[in-house]
């Protein structure tokens, strides 16, 4: 069966997103660092809420609709847009 030029297994992709992610050039390592601070500090200050799976569930959504408009807008990690320019951990 032949495949189209597109076509890229999921372990490829898997491969890519874990370089992209873990790229120090994508994100400096002191922004990391404060995300997963926030994110404690705000799941601890949400803990007792009511609504707090409504705000996990909330942040879950935005955060993959984000990751989803960024490998869209850099065609999967192979352009710069918008900041990202590390094109060599998208290949």
């Known amino acids: 069966m032949p495949q189209n030029s597109r076509t890229v297994s999921a372990g490829k992709t898997l491969k890519r997103e874990l370089r992209v992610a873990t790229s120090l050039r ?3 390592l002191w922004f990391r660092v404060l995300k997963w601070v926030v994110t404690v500090v705000v799941i601890t200050i949400l803990w007792r809420s009511a609504y707090f799976w409504w705000w996990i569930a909330g942040a879950t959504v935005l955060s993959v609709t984000v990751h989803f408009i960024w490998r869209w807008k850099t065609k999967g990690w ?3 847009w918008f900041g990202w320019n590390d094109v060599d951990a998208g290949k």
């Open 26 to 28: 994508a994100q400096p």
């Open 78 to 80: 192979t352009q710069p």
